[in-house]
Nanobody, 128 residues
Framework: QVQLVESGGGLVQAGGSLRLSCAASGRTFRSYTIGWFRQALGKEREFVAGCNWGDDRTYYEYSMKDRATVSRDDAKSTVYLEMSSLKPEDTAIYYC?????????????????????WGQGTQVTVSS
């Protein structure tokens, strides 16, 4: 069992930056992939970025590839999502999720239904 807790959200001005953290408890294995998703008000949940715990591969939604960076600290069992040049449309609840890499290595659905473990989310609000 994996428990995930997001933190780092808050209110930021457009053009600003944030670093979100996803702390995992329980056993963390190299076989897991951590994904970041977001859900804006009135919209479906969508993939933002992710990384494989066992290698250096990272994944980004096309529109975020130049503004987001995902990294991890294995010793702290924590995955980070850094976002810059934030826009009001980035306002959403951001979730981290975990899945066995074998289940998502060829890509996941947009909403991440393949992920087994989810955090409670952290609110990011970008003011104009």
């Amino acid at each position: 069992q994996v428990q995930l807790v997001e933190s780092g959200g808050g209110l930021v001005q457009a053009g600003g930056s944030l670093r979100l953290s996803c702390a995992a408890s329980g056993r963390t294995f190299r076989s897991y992939t951590i994904g970041w998703f977001r859900q804006a008000l009135g919209k479906e949940r969508e993939f933002v970025a992710g990384c494989n715990w066992g290698d250096d591969r990272t994944y980004y939604e096309y529109s975020m590839k130049d503004r987001a960076t995902v990294s991890r600290d294995d010793a702290k069992s924590t995955v980070y999502l850094e976002m810059s040049s934030l826009k009001p449309e980035d306002t959403a609840i951001y979730y981290c999720a975990a899945a066995l890499t074998t289940r998502v290595q060829y890509g996941s659905s947009r909403s991440g239904t393949e992920y087994d473990y989810w955090g409670q989310g952290t609110q990011v609000t970008v003011s104009s």
